[in-house]
């Protein structure tokens, strides 16, 4: 057995299962029984992903930190929430049934609510092993009914060594898969995808459903873009962060396409890039990182998988990014995702762009 393939099947296995209560969510959106007018929806979803995946990882590794967005604050003093977000959980399974039963899961909505309170008072550290979990990245996106993910990483000492991303509306059959928020983009009625990687085993991706293993294929990223196209960014055009008014320069100076190619899911511009939809994957913000510095659970796992597929991540001053130094990733300025081979003119690149922006 290789190194964290137990980690990576609970992983896979209960990506999957909250990737199910999130499409019973969605359905209940599209047929309007729930209303995308207020926040319910998401609520529900992030907080039975959170319990589904907590309960399954504690219950295989009970000694494990698990660190996730939500706890049980809202829910404990909303009973009739609660009560929806248990409802859910209690109706959502597998369809393998061995599978559902490798798998730990809340036995009352007491219960439930530890389980979500676990991960949202879970800290990374530099020792020991942490997960973190985003049961839905891409929450805009996801109530809009479009690409959303979600995810689960392990972390070792600070380092990733297992990761799991659960992509339900990206179609496999296209090649490279279109990922973006256009609705000819949007696999609604396929099964959508799971990737995966293990530290130095590759980067792995599969139909989401209850696949054998035989299904997966192994993909490695197609070096600085294919010949017959420029290279093409993505970033998040939607995004709170105020970004570099002159990142335009970076891809201006690889002779990439620009604006970039719009994904709102951070941990989805990871996978675009590992899939071959895009090259570049850019965070470029104005400032430091301060009360603006993103949170680990939106970069880890995205970041092994696009390292395992044959891509370099760092942040804009090159360094690389450190996931163990709690709940947000302050060390570190931006992020850049590229091919190995352009990784190190896209960082003299940013810096132009930086130094251009200072001197404004």
């Known amino acids: ?49 959170q319990a589904l995946i907590v309960s399954a990882i504690h219950g295989a590794f009970p000694e494990d930190v698990i660190v996730g967005e939500e706890d049980a604050s809202s829910l404990r003093s909303n009973p009739d929430l609660a009560q929806q977000v248990w409802d859910l959980v209690q109706s959502t399974n597998l369809g393998n049934e061995i599978n559902e039963k490798l798998m730990s899961r809340p036995k009352s909505l007491e219960e439930m609510l530890d389980f979500i309170d676990l991960g949202g008072t879970g800290n990374p550290t530099i020792r020991g092993r942490c997960w973190t979990i985003d049961p839905v990245d891409g929450t805009k996106t996801f109530l809009q009914g479009t690409q959303y993910c979600v995810v689960a990483a392990l972390l070792e000492d600070g380092e990733e060594k297992a990761a799991v991303i659960g992509c339900p509306h990206i179609n496999l059959q296209r090649s490279p898969p279109i990922i973006s928020e256009t609705e000819d983009s949007i696999d609604r009625d396929g099964t959508g995808c799971l990737i995966s990687a293990i530290k130095g085993q590759g980067t792995w991706v599969r139909p989401l459903s209850d696949s054998t293993a035989e299904q997966s294929r192994q993909i490695r990223i197609q070096g600085a873009g294919a010949p017959e196209r420029n290279l093409i960014f993505t970033g998040n055009q939607d995004t709170r962060t105020p970004q570099l008014s002159t990142r335009h320069i970076i891809a201006e100076r690889l002779g990439a396409t620009w604006p970039p190619h719009h994904i709102y899911s951070t941990q989805l511009g990871y996978v675009a890039c590992a899939l071959g939809t895009c090259d570049v994957h850019l965070k470029a913000p104005k400032e430091p990182p301060t009360e603006h510095a993103p949170y680990v659970w939106d970069h880890a796992g995205g970041i092994l998988i696009y390292e395992e597929a044959g891509g370099k991540v760092t942040d804009l001053n090159g360094m690389p990014v450190v996931l163990s130094a709690g709940r947000k990733l302050t060390r570190n300025y931006g992020i850049i995702a590229a091919p190995e081979e352009i990784h190190g003119r896209a960082l003299e690149a940013a810096r132009v762009a930086i130094d251009e922006a200072i001197g404004q």
């Open 1 to 49: 057995m290789l190194p964290y393939e137990d980690e990576l099947l609970f992983a896979s296995l209960a990506v999957q299962r909250a990737v199910i209560a999130t499409k019973t969510v969605l359905s209940s959106v599209q047929k309007g029984i729930l209303s995308k007018s207020d926040a319910t929806p998401v609520s529900l979803a992030d907080f039975a992903g």
